[in-house]
């Protein structure tokens, strides 16, 4: 476990260190084999989901062909944010381990508190508007989804 948190630490350092990004790195382990890393790469790719564990979710299921992570770990070098949370719970991963807490980001200017907050409140008391829309083929989507025989369930 240390060589990989360690690893995930040291990816954060170096992008900092390279002027690469945010200080934050993840690692995708299988087996013992890491199978993908990740850095922050927010502003160098000016795409606000290109967060570390993001990152290394992405390349590890390119490298597995799937869009899951079955029997893999995540170490990152920080409690990962609502974003990342939403994208490890998608991805399945058999576990998730972390060097810093979102307090100690919080300390340094990544305080990702009130999008916790905002979860909580029902979409129309957001601080983004969002409003719902009732198109009248709405539904068709999941119509279509619900009659598919070439659906893969995830």
Known sequence: MDKYINMAVDA????VSGDKGGPFGAVVVKNGTVIGVGRNQVTTLNDPTAHAEVQAIREACQFLKSFQLDDCEIYTSCEPCPMCLGAIFWARPKAVYYACTKEDAAKV?????FIYEQIALSPDQ?????????PKHAELPFQAWTTSRNKINY
């Open 126 to 134: 957001r601080s983004i508007p969002m409003k719902q829309i009732f």
């Open 109 to 113: 200017g990544f305080d990702d508190q």
């Open 12 to 15: 954060a350092i170096d992008n």
